[in-house]
């Protein structure tokens, strides 16, 4: 014999004893005998042979905690074969109503038990194959999945790595197979949030993983969990969740959904007598999973919103000062905002909030109070019901107000007040209001909200017929009312009750409207219902309204009740002029403006600073004259636009989070109207970044462009824009140009302000600020600054304080400087001509010799075209840019013809 010692033979011991021997080549070895049989009787088991199978169910689970890895695999292969062995039997008894009798053989706890605690910890690729297929057949027989996912979820907390990866990874995948009807979301969510801010990179990952895949079930349900995560982290969640492209459907169902399935195919095809494979039947179930959205209220734990608002919330109420006021009611705000509020006494504090809202002088702090309001009515729902007709008038009454964000908070309130409030009483008050108001903002903004109202199915359903025949009639009497949109808005309305409750119901209320008007009003709701598009009904209603508003200026227009003639006439546009040189030859010229047909300019007008065509450019930059606005008042202002989340997140020490901050932040001011844009606002943004940005110190490029960019969007929609804000941005954007990361950004922002203002202010601003810095880098990019000015605008400044402004960098030390301002020069000089040599005289000779080679050598050169134009001026007469030459020493407009006979005097 070779030495070695023989393997014992252990086949002859009985299978039970050789499936729990302690010897781990014994279980080994059992395991695929049991496997080999458990083979044999998926194939052509009969029901008699049931209790073959079933005698394995008090040793099955034991089978996954084996303590040998190799054969762990292979008992966890065993496991899962022999309960899907009971899922086949399980489909087979389903008919005969045993299936209750096979739940009970499948020890679902011990098997959730074994799983969670050793079949997780075995990282082999087959095992966890073969785990994942034991849950899911585990599932699918059960039927109650509650068991086996909790013990996984808890298993998230392990002090393995792997093992909680891997329990996450079982979870997502059941979750996929099932979905959120058999796999409750709730099971998860409360784990999952330790997951995604795990300090172990690949349970961050699985916890991704399974926050996308929860998402692609309930879909914003899932954010009211999230609301304890880092800005950071959600951010990155929802760029995950917007690659979603469709609603997800269960791949697999429990054995009870599979015997509805064969039932209701085995009935179609009966009664269709074809052989549709059970497609019916198969897209009724899934339309049944896709019926109706999550709600995330469901998911959401009740908080004390009451007991967190401060106890000196009502004598702080009393308060003088508004910024006091506005203080505590951020506070209570903050408290009261999350999607579902425990019960509590909130009869006091909606009494005071009402009071804030009807006799509050400050907009910022009813909106505040609107929005406290708004935040008890969704976290309470039917619950609000109590309180409701304690502040549903007073609303009602401030819809008076024209202030946007007081509007605003408004029409997100009174549907969620409305909704939740007596059907009689709610109705009793909107009736009173559009039948005794004479307000016409009033009255559209109550067609506006009802608009919105009675598109909610719970609102439909709780109105009756003869509520909805005293808002018609109701809504009927202001379809006469003067104010166009009024009568749009009204229309509306009237549209949108007739879809919801019914064209009869609805036309009964209008029978004393003439019935032109009401067969339009019927039509537009018939062509809403015909399209089932929202998108279509807003067509319509922007369309109705244009026609409103023209029709309304045709009215206005005419007279003698004759109509307007079908192009009006522009009276907008100043007349015509046209420059007259009155001396062709000799050096002094004078220039007049002769008047065209129904011009009425007289000739003087030309020495006024109107910054067009003819104009004389200032050679200094005026201070501002806007009145400065403290830091207090524009941090409240900025708050009550992009809200407290977006002020916590610019102020953070994080650049993600203060990245983040400014997004939102840009967000917001370009979601803002334009009319809504005003000389306040820019005011308030500059003196708040400055602040944030620690006057613009801040490190993070990308922060600084993304403010440089909201600073630009506010800048090109605010008329007029206040010259403050122009001294503020200006210098800033001259330093910022010096850097290559943010010099397009920069860039960008000196543009918007020469559109505003003209490009003589912003290139002196410019000029000044280069003059104060010490940086070549700085002073070469604002010459090249200014080149782009001038041929994008073309040469609308005053060319001696121009040349003035950088006569310095022609002298500087440094050589890239001196060339730049050479350039600039260069490029003046094919706007401006010859006249720029009465400036263009230095002591150095030699430099003198440089710019004299310059000129000579782009003599005849025609400037581009502009580009860019300031707002408000006529651009068809900006042709003389491109002519070669506008501006003498002074800054008056010069001739090109005289130029050229210049040049040949010369020659």
């Given at each position: 014999?070779?030495?070695?010692?023989?393997?014992a033979?252990?086949?002859?011991?009985?299978?039970r004893?050789?499936?729990?021997?302690?010897?781990?080549?014994?279980?080994?070895?059992?395991?695929?005998?049991?496997?080999?049989?458990?083979?044999?009787?998926?194939?052509d088991?009969?029901?008699?042979?049931?209790?073959?199978?079933?005698?394995?169910?008090?040793?099955?689970?034991l089978?996954?905690?084996?303590?040998?890895?190799?054969?762990?695999?292979?008992?966890?292969?065993c496991?899962e074969?022999?309960?899907?062995?009971c899922?086949?039997?399980?489909?087979?008894?389903?008919?005969?109503?045993?299936?209750?009798?096979?739940?009970?053989?499948v020890?679902?706890d011990?098997?959730?038990?074994?799983?969670?605690?050793?079949?997780?910890?075995?990282?082999?690729p087959?095992a966890?194959?073969?785990?994942?297929n034991?849950?899911?057949?585990i599932?699918?027989?059960?039927?109650?999945?509650?068991?086996?996912i909790?013990?996984l979820v808890?298993?998230?907390?392990?002090?393995?790595?792997?093992?909680a990866?891997?329990?996450?990874?079982?979870v997502?995948?059941?979750?996929?197979?099932?979905?959120?009807?058999?796999?409750?979301p709730?099971?998860i969510?409360?784990?999952?949030?330790?997951?995604?801010?795990?300090?172990?990179?690949?349970?961050?990952?699985?916890?991704?993983?399974?926050?996308?895949?929860?998402?692609?079930?309930?879909g914003?349900?899932i954010?009211?969990?999230?609301?304890?995560?880092?800005?950071?982290?959600?951010?990155?969640?929802?760029?995950?969740?917007?690659?979603?492209?469709?609603r997800?459907k269960?791949?697999?169902?429990?054995?009870?959904?599979?015997?509805?399935?064969?039932s209701?195919e085995?009935?179609?095809?009966?009664?269709?007598?074809?052989?549709?494979?059970g497609?019916?039947?198969?897209?009724?179930?899934e339309?049944?999973?896709?019926?109706?959205?999550?709600?995330?209220?469901?998911?959401?734990?009740?908080?004390?919103?009451?007991?967190?608002?401060?106890?000196?919330?009502?004598?702080?109420?009393?308060?003088?000062?508004?910024?006091?006021?506005?203080?505590?009611?951020?506070?209570?705000?903050?408290?009261l905002?999350?999607?579902?509020?425990?019960?509590?006494?909130?009869?006091?504090?909606?009494?005071?909030?009402?009071?804030?809202i009807s006799?509050?002088?400050?907009v910022?702090?009813?909106?505040?109070?609107?929005?406290?309001?708004c935040?008890?009515?969704?976290?309470?729902r039917?619950?609000?019901?109590?309180?409701?007709?304690?502040?549903?008038?007073?609303?009602?009454?401030?819809l008076?107000?024209?202030?946007l964000?007081?509007?605003?908070?408004?029409?997100?309130c009174?549907?969620?007040?409305?909704l939740?409030?007596?059907t009689?009483?709610?109705?009793?008050?909107?009736v009173?209001?559009?039948?005794?108001?004479?307000?016409?903002?009033?009255?559209?903004?109550?067609?506006?909200?009802?608009?919105?109202?009675?598109?909610n199915?719970?609102?439909?359903?709780?109105?009756?017929d003869?509520?909805?025949?005293?808002?018609?009639?109701?809504l009927?009497?202001?379809?006469?009312?003067?104010?166009?949109?009024?009568r749009?808005?009204?229309?509306?309305?009237?549209?949108?009750?007739?879809?919801?409750?019914?064209?009869?119901?609805?036309?009964?209320?209008?029978?004393?409207?003439?019935q032109?008007?009401?067969?339009?009003i019927?039509?537009?709701?018939?062509?809403?219902?015909?399209?089932?598009?929202?998108?279509a009904?807003?067509?319509?209603?922007?369309?109705?309204?244009?026609e409103?508003?023209?029709?309304?200026?045709?009215?206005?227009?005419?007279?003698?009740?004759?109509?307007?003639?079908?192009?009006?006439?522009?009276?907008?546009?100043?007349?015509?002029t046209q420059?007259?040189?009155?001396?062709?030859?000799?050096?002094?010229?004078?220039?007049?403006?002769?008047?065209?047909?129904?011009?009425?300019?007289?000739?003087?007008?030309?020495?006024?600073?109107?910054?067009?065509k003819?104009?004389?450019?200032?050679?200094?930059?005026?201070?501002?004259?806007?009145?400065?606005?403290?830091?207090?008042?524009?941090?409240?202002?900025?708050?009550?636009?992009?809200?407290?989340?977006?002020?916590?997140n610019?102020?953070?020490?994080?650049?993600?989070?203060?990245?983040?901050?400014?997004?939102?932040?840009?967000?917001?001011?370009?979601?803002?109207?334009?009319?809504?844009?005003?000389?306040?606002?820019?005011i308030?943004?500059?003196?708040?970044?400055?602040k944030v940005?620690?006057?613009?110190?801040?490190?993070?490029?990308?922060?600084?462009?993304?403010?440089?960019d909201t600073l630009?969007?506010?800048?090109g929609v605010?008329i007029?824009?206040?010259?403050?804000?122009?001294h503020?941005c200006?210098?800033?954007?001259?330093?910022?140009?010096?850097?290559?990361?943010?010099?397009?950004?920069?860039?960008?922002?000196l543009?918007?302000?020469?559109?505003?203002?003209?490009?003589?202010d912003?290139?002196?601003?410019?000029?000044?600020?280069?003059?104060?810095?010490?940086?070549?880098k700085v002073?070469?990019?604002?010459l090249?600054?200014?080149?782009?000015s001038?041929?994008?605008?073309?040469?609308?400044?005053?060319?001696?304080?121009?040349?003035?402004?950088?006569?310095?960098?022609?002298?500087?030390?440094?050589?890239?400087?001196?060339?730049?301002a050479?350039?600039?020069?260069?490029?003046?000089?094919?706007?401006?001509?010859?006249?720029?040599?009465?400036?263009?005289?230095?002591?150095k000779?030699?430099l003198?010799?440089?710019?004299?080679?310059?000129?000579?050598?782009i003599?005849?050169?025609?400037?581009?075209?502009?580009?860019?134009?300031?707002?408000?001026?006529?651009t068809?007469?900006?042709?003389?840019?491109?002519?070669?030459?506008?501006e003498?020493v002074?800054?008056?407009?010069?001739?090109?013809?005289?130029?050229?006979?210049?040049?040949e005097?010369?020659?």
């Amino acid at each position: 014999m070779s030495g070695t010692t023989e393997e014992a033979d252990y086949s002859s011991l009985p299978l039970r004893e050789r499936l729990t021997h302690k010897v781990w080549k014994a279980r080994m070895g059992a395991y695929e005998d049991l496997i080999k049989q458990l083979e044999a009787f998926d194939s052509d088991g009969e029901a008699s042979d049931d209790a073959s199978v079933f005698e394995w169910k008090d040793i099955a689970p034991l089978f996954v905690k084996d303590s040998n890895v190799n054969a762990q695999v292979k008992g966890i292969e065993c496991a899962e074969l022999w309960v899907n062995v009971c899922v086949n039997i399980a489909k087979k008894k389903s008919s005969a109503g045993d299936n209750a009798h096979i739940k009970s053989v499948v020890p679902q706890d011990q098997f959730a038990s074994t799983i969670a605690t050793k079949g997780i910890t075995n990282t082999k690729p087959q095992a966890k194959s073969h785990l994942e297929n034991l849950c899911l057949n585990i599932i699918e027989v059960c039927e109650d999945a509650e068991t086996l996912i909790s013990a996984l979820v808890n298993a998230f907390k392990t002090r393995n790595p792997k093992a909680a990866s891997n329990a996450v990874a079982l979870v997502n995948c059941c979750l996929n197979a099932f979905g959120a009807k058999v796999i409750d979301p709730k099971w998860i969510l409360k784990g999952l949030v330790s997951c995604l801010s795990h300090t172990n990179k690949d349970i961050r990952s699985e916890g991704k993983r399974l926050a996308v895949e929860v998402h692609r079930w309930i879909g914003a349900a899932i954010l009211p969990s999230f609301s304890d995560l880092k800005p950071v982290l959600l951010k990155e969640l929802e760029a995950e969740w917007e690659g979603e492209t469709s609603r997800a459907k269960p791949s697999r169902r429990v054995c009870s959904a599979q015997l509805k399935a064969a039932s209701r195919e085995a009935s179609s095809n009966t009664v269709t007598n074809s052989n549709t494979d059970g497609v019916d039947g198969v897209e009724e179930e899934e339309a049944e999973e896709e019926r109706g959205e999550v709600d995330a209220y469901e998911f959401a734990e009740a908080v004390d919103g009451l007991r967190k608002i401060s106890p000196s919330f009502y004598t702080e109420m009393e308060e003088h000062k508004w910024s006091l006021r506005r203080d505590a009611l951020q506070q209570a705000l903050k408290s009261l905002d999350t999607v579902k509020l425990s019960d509590g006494d909130f009869g006091d504090f909606i009494r005071r909030v009402a009071r804030v809202i009807s006799s509050d002088s400050n907009v910022i702090n009813v909106a505040l109070a609107v929005e406290c309001v708004c935040a008890i009515a969704k976290g309470l729902r039917d619950r609000f019901s109590q309180y409701a007709s304690l502040v549903f008038d007073v609303l009602l009454e401030k819809l008076k107000e024209k202030k946007l964000s007081v509007s605003t908070a408004l029409h997100k309130c009174l549907p969620e007040v409305f909704l939740h409030m007596q059907t009689d009483k709610g109705v009793e008050s909107v009736v009173a209001v559009l039948t005794k108001s004479k307000n016409p903002e009033q009255l559209k903004q109550i067609a506006k909200f009802l608009s919105v109202s009675v598109s909610n199915k719970k609102q439909l359903i709780a109105l009756s017929d003869k509520h909805t025949i005293s808002l018609a009639k109701a809504l009927s009497s202001c379809l006469t009312a003067r104010d166009p949109v009024v009568r749009n808005s009204t229309s509306d309305a009237l549209v949108a009750l007739m879809k919801g409750k019914g064209v009869d119901v609805v036309r009964k209320g209008m029978k004393d409207v003439d019935q032109k008007k009401v067969e339009k009003i019927i039509s537009l709701s018939s062509v809403s219902n015909a399209s089932l598009s929202s998108k279509a009904t807003t067509t319509a209603t922007k369309r109705r309204s244009k026609e409103g508003r023209t029709a309304a200026k045709s009215t206005l227009g005419s007279k003698n009740g004759m109509k307007r003639h079908a192009t009006p006439v522009k009276t907008s546009k100043r007349p015509k002029t046209q420059l007259i040189d009155t001396n062709a030859k000799g050096k002094g010229k004078r220039k007049v403006l002769k008047k065209t047909r129904g011009s009425s300019i007289a000739t003087k007008a030309t020495k006024k600073s109107t910054k067009g065509k003819g104009t004389t450019y200032s050679a200094s930059v005026a201070p501002p004259s806007y009145p400065e606005m403290s830091q207090e008042e524009a941090d409240a202002f900025v708050s009550s636009i992009v809200g407290e989340d977006v002020i916590t997140n610019v102020n953070s020490r994080l650049w993600k989070e203060k990245l983040a901050g400014a997004e939102s932040m840009f967000n917001t001011v370009t979601s803002t109207a334009a009319v809504d844009v005003n000389a306040k606002m820019s005011i308030a943004f500059s003196v708040f970044i400055a602040k944030v940005t620690r006057d613009w110190k801040e490190t993070n490029f990308q922060v600084k462009n993304k403010y440089m960019d909201t600073l630009t969007h506010i800048a090109g929609v605010c008329i007029p824009l206040p010259d403050r804000f122009v001294h503020m941005c200006a210098p800033v954007a001259a330093e910022k140009l010096g850097d290559i990361k943010t010099n397009a950004s920069a860039t960008s922002l000196l543009d918007a302000l020469s559109c505003a203002v003209g490009p003589n202010d912003i290139l002196l601003l410019l000029l000044e600020r280069a003059k104060m810095n010490k940086s070549p880098k700085v002073h070469t990019e604002c010459l090249a600054y200014v080149q782009h000015s001038l041929n994008a605008f073309g040469p609308k400044v005053n060319v001696k304080a121009l040349v003035d402004g950088f006569h310095w960098m022609l002298l500087c030390a440094n050589a890239t400087v001196r060339s730049s301002a050479v350039d600039t020069l260069t490029v003046l000089y094919t706007h401006v001509g010859n006249s720029l040599k009465h400036i263009a005289k230095f002591d150095k000779q030699a430099l003198q010799d440089v710019v004299d080679e310059k000129f000579a050598s782009i003599v005849g050169q025609t400037p581009p075209s502009p580009t860019l134009f300031v707002r408000g001026e006529d651009t068809n007469k900006n042709s003389r840019s491109s002519d070669g030459g506008d501006e003498d020493v002074d800054g008056n407009a010069t001739n090109k013809e005289q130029e050229q006979q210049q040049q040949e005097q010369e020659q």
